[in-house]
């Protein structure tokens, strides 16, 4: 094996190492609500109601209003949420705020993404994104999708945000902002990852061969006396 070839495999070996880094777990359970007790229940496409409180979503809370397990929509799998399930003016506990908690490192960073979506008048679907601890809220943001420029109906679209904690315990909470609405805001494939932080020895192995080859690259190209 040439000097060339062994530095472009050690190259190789720690890009590799810092891409699987990267490549990071979800910290939630069942953050795309695949496990919950929609399709089989209903015998099929259509949809399961909650109202709060309720555990009924595995690993997931209901704090308040009310959700629905839908199966008929284009989401990642075969069901996801809909975060306002059976609204006010129809006599349900309106619009749903749904929650889990998972261990984080003080100071460290996140990314979070999932999936939004909508159908139906209003167009306009809302929702409320927050991470917050014993201590202090992390993140909070209003997120908003114009239904209607979605390419079908029916189709989520991905979303995403970081958020750096500052407890040992954080809360991600998804609230639907409205309450007039019958498919939407629509939640699916939610993924909260820590932030990858490569290994000193990676990045120190990835300068030296990347310096190594530049020197081996001028040397070769020097003209020759
Ligand atoms: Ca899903």
Known sequence: MTTTAWIHGALALATSTLLSTAQANNLLSNGSFEATLGPANGGGPGYLSFNAP????????????????????????????DM???HSAAGGAGPGSLQQSFATTVGATYNVSFMMGGGNAPVIK????????????????????????????????QQQFSFIANDATSTLRFTSLVNDSWDGPLLDAVVVSAAAVP??????LLLAG??????????NQAPSS
């Open 54 to 81: 309720s555990q009924s979503i595995p690993a997931w809370l209901l704090t308040s209003g009310s959700i629905e397990v839908f199966t008929d929509f284009l989401g990642s799998g075969t069901q996801l949420i």
């Open 84 to 86: 306002t399930g059976v």
């Open 126 to 157: 809302t929702m409320e994104v927050a991470v917050s601890g014993p201590v202090s809220t992390a993140y909070s943001q209003i997120f908003s999708l114009d239904s209607s420029q979605l390419p079908t109906p029916g189709t989520l679209t």
């Open 199 to 204: 290994e000193p020895a990676n990045w120190a």
């Open 210 to 219: 990347l310096g190594v080859l530049s020197w081996l690259r001028r040397r």
